[in-house]
Nanobody
Framework: QVQLVESGGGLVQPGGSLNLSCAGS????????LSWYRQAPGKERELVAT????????NYADSVKGRFTISRDNAKNTVYLQMNSLKAEDTAVYYC????????WGQGTQVTVSS
């Protein structure tokens, strides 16, 4: 079955960095676009970044442009989100998602930015 498993979250101080990973299995990983979303307490889930199947095309939410970088390694069936210059408002649960016929989500990883 299709599975997405995120890792790499944690507690970091403002200005710090984290690198999230999302490992996919149960589907032909390299032919699907992948996305990172996040959901802060009391807020709706929002799109953070998307990467095309080959990795040649990426898109970012305005709030993270210049600070976050999405990438993928199709040989490892893994998508990454490098997060730099983190702010308190980046605190959220981060999810990866892919769409085959249906949307598939990972279980999420908590990112907390606090001093």
């Amino acid at each position: 079955q299709v599975q997405l498993v995120e890792s790499g979250g944690g507690l970091v101080q403002p200005g710090g960095s984290l690198n999230l990973s999302c490992a996919g299995s149960g589907f032909y990983f390299s032919i699907y676009d992948l996305s990172w979303y996040r959901q802060a307490p009391g807020k709706e889930r929002e799109l953070v970044a998307t990467i095309s199947d080959s990795g040649d095309s990426t898109n970012y939410a305005d709030s993270v442009k210049g600070r976050f970088t999405i990438s993928r390694d199709n040989a490892k069936n893994t998508v990454y989100l490098q997060m730099n210059s983190l702010k308190a408002e980046d605190t959220a649960v981060y999810y990866c998602k892919t769409t085959l016929i249906f949307d598939y989500w990972g279980q999420g990883t908590q990112v907390t930015v606090s001093s």
